[in-house]
């Protein structure tokens, strides 16, 4: 069985017809699989439903949250190493610069 793959731009599997549709009217619009994607507050609620749902797509995700637990819980389930979640917090306008202070390391790591 062939895996999913969305397209960015019109959501759908890279192969179906509104796919090829788009391409031909040139509308912008690619395969998410192999990019690199960061999911903010990827622990809980909408980020973490996001974060699930493109971990079966093979993108190249990381993520990151507030509670340790709680991320290891998310990489458990998503089936995905350590190394693509970090916790940190960017609640506070001060704290937001952090979890990418973070990402260059483990971008370093993760090639």
């Known amino acids: 069985m062939r895996q999913f793959d ?17 391409k031909d009217k040139k509308l ?16 809980t609620g909408i980020g973490r439903a996001t974060f699930l749902c493109l971990s079966k797509s093979r993108a190249r995700l990381l993520t990151f949250g507030r509670d340790s637990g709680r991320l290891d819980q998310l990489l458990a389930h998503a089936e995905l190493p350590a190394k693509r979640g970090l ?3 960017a609640t506070r306008a001060s ?4 979890p990418f202070l973070r990402i260059e390391p483990l971008r370093q790591r993760t090639k």
């Not at 969305?6 to 788009?22: A, H």
């Not at 395969?31 to 903010?40: C, F, K």
């Open 6 to 22: 969305p397209c960015w731009g019109c959501g759908t599997d890279v192969s179906s017809q509104r796919c090829r549709e788009m």
């Open 28 to 43: 912008p619009h690619e395969p998410i699989a192999g990019q690199r994607i960061l999911v903010a507050g990827g622990t």
């Open 87 to 89: 916790a940190a917090d």
């Open 95 to 98: 704290r937001c610069d952090i």
